[in-house]
């Protein structure tokens, strides 16, 4: 019986260039005289490892020099075949997430474990092969392997003809390069029932109807996104991460009308890492746990609470599964108080006119050593401010300090550079090794360039960079995008560490809002009318701030009494109630 499982990233294995096959000159199972690991037969004659073979002494991908090599010990739970591979020493799925009709379900985990390959599964683009990939395996040998869980009768409806499936993609910012015209004739492309205009004014789309697709924003292509998905039908509505690009506001009004959309005739899948959005828009949760780009395991259905605990406890009970050493935990926010603060920057009525949008500022200030969260709907110009503290835009009047050394990471991060990553971050490997370097897992993309990376990968490159710099205030736009929870977290204690190991003060723009509850000490709260006008105020108290900005957008917010998560409260329930009526919009 197979114990592990050897992956090699195919893209990365240079035979030629590590010495002719280093991995198998190493292996003390070929030493001995048998073929653990061989050349395999592709055009680039690939190491292949075989893992019956194959000890586990990790001398392998510790010793390959482009970090191609993974070899894993596998779950004593896993005693069966995967549900499928993609070939040999390739990625290995386990199990499926289940549709529930009527529902809305969430599928919660890391990047990397498989979540886009068992959604091709569940939309009959990718055949499930059983870990045949030479000879695949037949449908009713699929249907023996699911016997007696809910997932075979979705599948024998899915085989009948009887599930048709309409998928919202991650990468929604190709769709420019895949369509050339307006909104109005991409979205009339696919409005199979004329719907287009009950959908377009529920996610808010008619006023931009008419603009070009090339023109359009991240946030306003998402929601076009979105709407194409529902507008081409069908009894099953996937969507892969709907909440990026969008505020706080546009979060919560995508999650009520991906909730309407579940009837006892459709079911609704959800991949997403805003855990309060998630925990807002769903009633079910598939985790996934694994290893990242090695093999991944969709755990059993959960109800969303007890999902979200387990997944942040790192612990399934039912299936008796530890997938990570420790707890991610969320202390209850104490506002700060400062014994003797010293002032760092201030601001006072400042004025920006940006073409018909109009920023303005009361009078603010940072503080030495503190986190200060930026909150606001988009429109409403956290960016440009952002850009006046960094000196890359100037007001057109006001009072604005700006004697301090800053380092700012800018929302956008598409680069095209041929830079190897290990030079882009020679500062910060010769400084900051193992207090950003290590933490946020960059070292195995150094040997990559920055215009291969994915946005994830981009994302905690340019994270890196920016903390590294030799600053005093580090502006960071935006660094949730494209992480998913564990990275999430993990970005906030190198933050946290960062300013009070070398008392310097970080002002991060974000949307999410538990990202943004457990990183900040105070908030700067954004008001006004998005591409009109913006008034920034603060900073506050964070039960004083996230009140202000709570009441604006009419939630009410409480704390889960096992993790302390922050969690939206279902409109006019009882703690919701409770929660307005005593004008703590903001609860513990």
């Avoid at 040999?88 to 379900?105: K, R």
């Avoid at 000879?135 to 599930?163: D, H, M, R, S």
Wanted: with cysteine.
């Amino acid at each position: 019986m197979r114990k592990r499982i050897a992956v090699i990233d195919r893209e990365k294995c240079h035979p030629d260039e590590c010495g002719n096959y280093l991995c198998a000159k190493l292996c003390p199972v070929n030493r001995a005289g048998a073929d653990c690991i061989y050349p395999g037969d592709d055009p680039g004659k690939k190491a292949r490892i075989d893992e019956m073979l194959c000890t586990g002494c990790q001398i392998c991908p510790k010793r390959c020099p482009f970090g191609a090599i993974s070899i894993i010990n596998l779950p004593e739970q896993l005693d069966g075949p995967p549900v499928h591979r993609y070939g040999e020493n390739l990625f290995e799925l386990y199990s499926l997430p289940t549709p529930i009709f009527g529902q809305v379900t969430g599928i919660l985990g890391k990047n990397g474990l498989g979540k886009s390959t068992a959604i091709k599964i569940l939309a009959n683009i990718v055949k499930p092969n059983l870990g045949k990939w030479q000879t695949p395996a037949e449908f009713k040998e699929v249907l023996q392997y699911f016997k007696g869980k809910e997932i075979q009768k979705f599948l024998e409806q899915l085989q009948l003809g009887k599930i048709s499936l309409s998928y919202k993609p991650q990468q929604v910012d190709l769709i420019p390069k895949q369509f050339s015209g307006t909104v109005r004739e991409l979205l009339e492309k696919v409005d199979k029932q004329g719907n287009l205009p009950s959908i377009a004014e529920k996610l808010q789309l008619t006023h931009f109807l008419d603009t070009s697709v090339a023109q359009i924003s991240g946030g306003e292509l998402q929601r076009v996104a979105i709407a194409a998905t529902v507008l081409k039908g069908g009894n099953l509505f996937l969507f892969d991460e709907p909440s990026s690009y969008l505020d706080i506001k546009q979060r919560i009004n995508i999650s009520g009308f991906i909730t309407s959309l579940a009837t006892a005739e459709t079911a609704v899948i959800t991949i997403e890492h805003d855990l309060v959005i998630l925990d807002y828009m769903t009633e079910y949760l598939n985790i996934m746990y694994g290893h990242e780009g090695v093999f991944g395991v969709v755990s059993g259905v959960k109800s969303t609470r007890e999902g979200i605990n387990a997944f942040l406890d790192g612990y399934l009970k039912e299936e008796n599964m530890r997938f990570r050493d420790h707890a991610l935990k969320f202390d209850k926010t104490q506002d700060v108080r400062f014994s003797a603060p010293k002032k760092l920057i201030s601001w006072k009525k400042i004025e920006k006119k940006l073409g018909n949008f109009h920023l303005s500022t009361e009078e603010g200030s940072l503080y030495r050593n503190e986190i200060i969260g930026m909150l606001g709907e988009n429109g409403m110009g956290k960016t440009s401010f952002v850009k006046m503290l960094a000196g890359v835009l100037q007001s057109d009047s006001g009072e604005l300090d700006t004697g301090i050394k800053v380092s700012y990471k800018p929302q956008y991060l598409e680069t095209s550079s041929e830079m190897l990553v290990g030079e882009f971050l020679q500062r910060a490997v010769q400084k900051y090794q193992h207090q950003l370097v290590g933490p946020l897992d960059v070292e195995k993309l150094f040997s990559q360039k920055l215009s291969e990376l994915s946005g994830g990968q981009l994302q905690r490159v340019a994270i890196v960079k920016c903390l590294a710099e030799d600053a005093d205030l580090f502006l960071l736009d935006e660094p949730s995008a494209y992480l998913d929870v564990e990275q999430r977290l993990l970005i906030s204690k190198v933050i946290k560490n960062l300013a009070r190991e070398r008392e310097v003060s970080v002002l991060v723009v974000d949307h999410d809002l538990l990202f943004l509850d457990y990183l900040s000490d105070r908030l700067l709260v954004f008001s006004g009318t998005p591409a009109r006008e913006g008034v920034l105020r603060g900073p506050f108290s964070m039960t004083e701030g996230m009140n202000l900005f709570l009441k604006e957008l009419d939630i009410t917010l409480r704390r889960d009494h096992t993790t302390f998560r922050p969690r939206i409260n279902k409109k006019d329930s009882v703690k919701d109630r409770e929660q307005r009526a005593e004008g703590k919009w903001y609860g513990g």
